[in-house]
């Protein structure tokens, strides 16, 4: 299967440069780069088909990555987004799980890295640095808190479950598998979990599940 990308950074070179790596992996597929902000919004409101995933810089001209995400969501669009940054710093995991991003890597990375990230992202929705993995569970555990009553009567055993095996690294295929429902259940179990929770991704979701006393940390499989 094809992974097709989008790629926005307002530096022609940088998107020309990195759609033609990319697509040196047969199963990636540029479809499309854009250098500024307002052409790409224009275009993702008259387009007919989205791409698996998106990667943009922080900084794109006089807007940012957070702004552009933030108008792909009230556009109804809910394709993983994937940040890169000059100013990257491993103690910004919270920045990943507060604003949505499927993961946030620094711009001086290995090409290699990313057509990585690329494959974990589109298979498991999110992906973490080593270093940031453990920034999260140092916060995991400051903040642990008793669930409310109302969330445990709001989620349902299935999708407990379903939330067991996104910890343990689970993609929706295989979810879909060990609990012997369709795929477009499992995605109905994770819209539900992600509506009751108010998380807005998949890091989100695990966090917020160690954090009220769903999972525990030793449940959590980022590898």
């Keep these: 299967m094809t992974i097709k990308v989008i790629l926005l950074d307002d530096e022609v070179l940088i998107t020309d440069l990195l759609s033609n790596f990319l697509q040196q992996d047969p199963a990636i597929e540029v479809m499309s780069t854009y250098n500024f902000g307002t052409s790409f919004l224009d275009a993702m409101q008259e387009a007919t088909t989205l791409p698996d995933l998106f990667i943009f810089d922080y900084r794109i001209g006089d807007t940012d990555g957070i702004e552009l995400l ?57 992906y973490l640095l080593p270093a940031q993995f453990e920034h999260l569970r140092e916060q995991m555990q400051v903040k642990a808190q008793p669930l409310t009553t109302d969330l445990k009567l709001a989620l349902s055993e299935r999708e407990i479950e379903v939330l067991h095996l996104i910890a343990q690294q689970k993609t929706g295929k295989e979810i879909a598998d060990l609990l012997f429902i369709s795929l477009k259940t499992v995605e109905g179990h994770k819209n539900n979990l992600f509506l009751k929770t108010g998380a807005k991704n998949v890091v989100g979701l695990i966090v917020y599940a160690v954090q009220h006393k769903l999972l525990s940390l030793d449940e959590i499989s980022m590898y």
């Design 70 to 126: 933030k108008r792909l969501r009230v556009l109804g669009i809910q394709t993983p987004v994937i940040l890169l940054s000059s100013h990257y710093n491993d103690s910004l995991i919270s920045f990943i799980v507060k604003t949505g991003f499927a993961a946030f890597l620094p711009k001086n990375m290995k090409p290699s890295t990313l057509t990585e990230v690329i494959h974990e992202v589109h298979a498991k929705g999110f």
